[in-house]
């Protein structure tokens, strides 16, 4: 499997705080994801990198950022979490266009 | 824009029957395929992918899946559901003009009773 981890895997955080999901891949791979999945919704795309610096929208961005300055990190910040971003978050990381992305194990995160 | 759709939530197969999951996309290009499985309180795990060529895709743990492009289908199929089967599925599609975005379904929970 694919060297891909996330941190924190579990957080507990009060609304209105910034957060900083991180997600790292040993396969200098050029692809990196984050989704949330949500019970009746599945996994939504919230952004994506596709290279170094470049990054572009999910289907469900509002409230979120990213940042990848290395091709090994791909961060995910909540700038004012809200109870409604209470979810579990996945990092995934893929080589090529035509290649299957590898997952992360997830972060629980729950916005009181 | 590119879309994946999964019509059922939850499919129910007696283990030994053959397991059907349904998947239908839209891309504005040509679209890459994917299947995967989620086992309770775990991440994501491969199946198969269609990207070119025989339209009829294996994968692990006998599933394949079959490329329709008439139809901008792609099921999954496994010819004999066993109990371990039992777990969420998810298809993806990449639009090959796109920038590498990848998209989810909803997912189908797939239970197999004994």
């Known amino acids: 499997d694919a060297g891909i981890t996330q941190s924190p895997r579990h957080k507990v955080t009060e609304t209105g705080t910034p957060v900083t999901l991180r997600c790292h891949q040993t396969e200098n791979h050029r692809y990196m994801y984050w989704y949330r999945q949500d019970p009746g919704h599945g996994l939504r795309l919230i952004h994506y990198s596709y290279g170094v610096k470049d990054t572009d929208k999910g289907e469900v961005s509002d409230g979120y950022s990213v940042s990848r300055s290395k091709t090994e990190d791909f961060l995910l910040t909540l700038e004012s979490a809200t109870s409604s971003q209470t979810s579990v978050y996945f990092c995934?990381?893929?080589?090529?266009?035509?290649?299957?992305?590898?997952f992360g194990q997830g972060t629980r995160l729950t916005v009181v | 824009a590119q879309s994946v759709a999964q019509p059922e939530d939850q499919v129910n197969v007696a283990e030994g029957n053959p397991l059907t999951v349904k998947c239908t996309y839209s891309v504005s290009g040509n679209p890459y395929l994917f299947w995967y499985v989620q086992y309770p309180n775990r991440g994501l795990q491969f199946l198969l992918k269609y990207i070119t060529g025989d339209n009829l895709v294996k994968g692990s743990y006998g599933f394949e899946a079959e490329f329709n492009k008439s139809q901008t289908s792609f099921h999954l199929k496994k010819p004999s559901a066993l109990v371990s089967d039992s777990a969420l599925y998810f298809c993806?599609?990449?639009?090959?003009?796109?920038?590498?975005?990848?998209?989810f379904g909803a997912g189908t929970q797939v239970v197999v009773t004994p």
């Open positions: 995934a990381s893929a080589q090529g266009m035509n290649t299957e992305a590898f």
């Open positions: 993806a599609v990449r639009d090959i003009d796109s920038w590498g975005k990848l998209q």
